[in-house]
């Protein structure tokens, strides 16, 4: 089965433009933007972790033009200030991908520094006071316990990690105390499990709720839910399994305002909510299930996905409403929904919104609030009013305006893959009302892959996408099995079959736009970044379908990358590919390092010397192979960078090395100065590269 269908921002009239009388024919790539090609370093923001206290709304902000710091922002009636100094990183490092760093409590501040990991508390006018100790530990998901005057949150000590490099870190969940003392070591509440998140508390602080899992279960394979009561010194007493397993994936408890539990999990297939009920509420309630002195009730079950992929903590989905309703997010066929729920009831309604990307959903009074994006419109903060149905722009990650002519509106496609399925893709077509390209010429296409490798495409805004698609060249951004948003079932076609399927469904989308005579078959080139880069170092391995790849922070390197990585992912090629040693030979056989001679294109390999997710060792291995074997490559490497360019000099940087493969690969002149890159080759000292 194949379609497409055209993604048109609602409220919008794509005829509404005429276009120009007279098009300037050019080949594609040469077409001339409107859209620059250096990023403005101080507009382009991340937008991240919504929070809520009384009537002000928080957020944080990723600048680039900051060495790329988090700064806390507050909106206190109309207007928006910091709440952290510029030299300060509000971000955690848990998991190595941090999230859920900061809360806000009665004005009072509590958050984690990057650069020292430890908790802070700031009142209102008042310098940070440090809360913990200088140790090697880091927190993330800070839940304030006013009643106790303590924090509630994930710990991840690497105490014995920093001393013995075979150790890893430990997890478990602490309680942090504040007062007039020096910053005191945390006491543990729950440890035992290899690792924990959500701790949430009811709405009378007499109860915790978690969420816990093991090795070598990701969080999307397998997790657990647990109840259990505070004694009278702010321990936990026995605790109640409620839901979760081995193969069951539960996710983001939450506490109604009736002291209600609810949670998702994707037992039927599907990220869905449900609720824990001490009795069930009769006929019509949804799937029941027996837990331990409770029963398990689904709430408006839908095949769509009320959970993002969970990488980072903090990224809620749903929030409790006046009179019992639950505002969600869903996922579905690749867009996230708006949807008011009943629960009473069972029913969902869908909430006509313009946006297609929406997450950190928070609430306060009659409003809800979360980060929205879409094609046309640079990501925001935006709040909804629940009963008039007015959207209002909170802060917008630029404020560069665009000539919405030169936006490509992506065209979400289903094409064939290998074995008779299906996948699916967001295909951007080459857009400027000034071009057109020469008469049975065809554009060139980059073939975008996304990270995780459980993570899924964005149809938000992206410049970099912009950039090429007014220059003239087509971009496909694809959703290959193993993406978040389509089902456990899609989630799983990667099991044991990393660098397989994604490789296999991202020639396969190419090869279809080409068959749709809608792109180069001849010009092709393929990038991505950490597992993104992973694909595409094996597509340019193993197939003899790109031109060119540039991969940004790549594992290259499967054995070296068991060995070596983070606690958090150390047992992900378990089920990517095989246990590791028995399947060693899996290890081998996949691995671009091991495929430097068969290697079919000129690659651009780019990589932060910081990373601790995917150390420089994978990147320089990667360039040691392509070297001997003779191969034509790029290195580009940033020494004050980790696992991700934030930093706008290194984010042009990378952009010009990336363009510039493109100009030689697919052998145009950029409007731009943009020169083709210069590639390294074993033997010689340089060496231009092009078709043929």
């Not at 933007?33 to 382009?44: K, Y």
């Not at 360039?623 to 980790?642: N, S």
């Amino acid at each position: 089965m194949t379609k497409s269908e055209r993604i048109i921002p609602p409220n919008s009239d794509p005829t509404a433009i005429d276009p120009p009388s007279r098009l300037t024919v050019s080949p594609y790539g040469s077409w001339v933007s409107s859209i620059p090609l250096a990023p403005d370093p101080g507009d382009e923001l991340m937008l991240l972790e919504l929070r809520v206290d009384g009537e002000d709304l928080y957020w944080l902000e990723g600048r680039p033009d900051q060495n790329g710091h988090q700064i806390l922002v507050q909106q206190h009636g109309r207007a928006i200030a910091d709440m952290t100094a510029a030299d300060t990183n509000v971000r955690s490092r848990v998991h190595e991908y941090g999230g859920a760093s900061y809360t806000v409590n009665d004005g009072c501040v509590y958050f984690t520094r990057f650069d020292d990991g430890r908790l802070y508390r700031q009142t209102p006018g008042e310098a940070p006071v440090a809360l913990t100790p200088a140790r090697a530990l880091r927190f993330a998901d800070l839940v304030v316990d006013e009643r106790r005057s303590r924090l509630i949150c994930v710990q991840e000590d690497h105490t014995e990690s920093t001393r013995l490099p075979e150790s890893q870190a430990v997890n478990s969940l602490v309680e942090v105390r504040w007062g007039d003392s020096d910053a005191r070591p945390p006491r543990t509440l729950v440890t035992g499990n290899d690792f924990y998140s959500s701790p949430r508390l009811n709405p009378d602080r007499s109860r915790l709720a978690w969420i816990t899992w093991n090795h070598p279960n990701m969080p999307w394979d397998g997790t657990e839910l647990w109840v259990a009561d505070f004694a009278r010194d702010g321990s936990l007493g026995p605790s109640t399994l409620v839901a979760g397993g081995p193969s069951e994936s539960v996710a983001q408890p939450e506490w109604s305002p009736g002291g209600v539990l609810h949670f998702v999990s994707d037992r039927s297939g599907w990220w869905n909510l449900y609720r824990w009920v001490e009795e069930p509420s009769g006929a019509g309630a949804g799937q029941l299930r027996p837990g331990d002195g409770g029963a398990i009730e689904a709430i408006a079950p839908t095949e769509a996905e009320f959970c993002h992929y969970q990488w980072r903590f903090g990224r809620p989905t749903y929030v409790f409403a006046d009179g019992g309703e639950i505002i969600a997010i869903a996922r579905r066929g690749g867009q996230d929904e708006l949807l008011r729920i009943d629960p009473k009831r069972h029913l969902a309604s869908k909430v006509d919104v313009p946006y297609s990307e929406l997450e950190f959903i928070c609430g306060r009074g009659g409003k809800v609030a979360f980060v929205a994006g879409r094609p046309v419109e640079s990501t925001a903060v935006v709040e909804f009013d629940l009963a008039s149905g007015r959207l209002e722009v909170v802060r917008r990650a630029s404020s560069m305006l665009l000539d919405a002519r030169y936006l490509s509106v992506p065209e979400k496609i289903e094409f064939p893959t290998e074995r008779g399925l299906t996948a699916f893709g967001f295909y951007y077509p080459p857009t400027n009302p000034d071009f057109t390209g020469v008469p049975e010429e065809r554009p060139p296409l980059v073939v975008r892959c996304h990270g995780g490798p459980t993570a899924n495409a964005s149809t938000s805004l992206d410049l970099d996408v912009q950039r090429l698609t007014s220059r003239g060249i087509g971009v496909l951004d694809v959703d290959h099995g193993g993406s978040t948003g389509y089902g456990r079932a899609y989630r799983e076609r990667l099991c044991g079959e990393w660098g397989v399927v994604d490789v296999q469904d991202c020639v396969s989308g190419a090869r279809y736009l080409a068959m749709q005579g809608l792109v180069d078959r001849d010009r092709l080139a393929i990038t991505g970044k950490s597992a993104g880069g992973w694909t595409t170092l094996c597509a340019a391995a193993f197939t003899d379908v790109f031109r060119g790849g540039v991969a940004y922070f790549a594992i290259t390197d499967l054995e070296l990358w068991a060995r070596g990585t983070h606690k958090f992912e150390s047992r992900y090629l378990d089920g990517l590919i095989g246990p590791y040693p028995e399947r060693r030979d899996l290890y081998l056989e996949r691995s671009p390092t091991n495929a430097g001679a068969s290697f079919n294109c000129p690659v651009v390999i780019i990589q932060g010397l910081d990373d601790r997710v995917v150390p420089r060792d994978q990147a320089e291995k990667m360039v040691g192979a392509v070297r001997t074997a003779g191969k034509p490559f790029a290195y580009v490497e940033f020494p004050d960078e980790g696992h991700g360019l934030r930093k706008a000099a290194n984010i042009e940087h990378a952009l010009r090395a990336e363009l510039g493969l493109y100009a030689a690969v697919f052998e145009i002149r950029f409007a731009d100065a943009i020169e083709p890159l210069t590639f390294e080759r074993a033997g010689a000292d340089e060496v231009r590269v092009g078709r043929g």
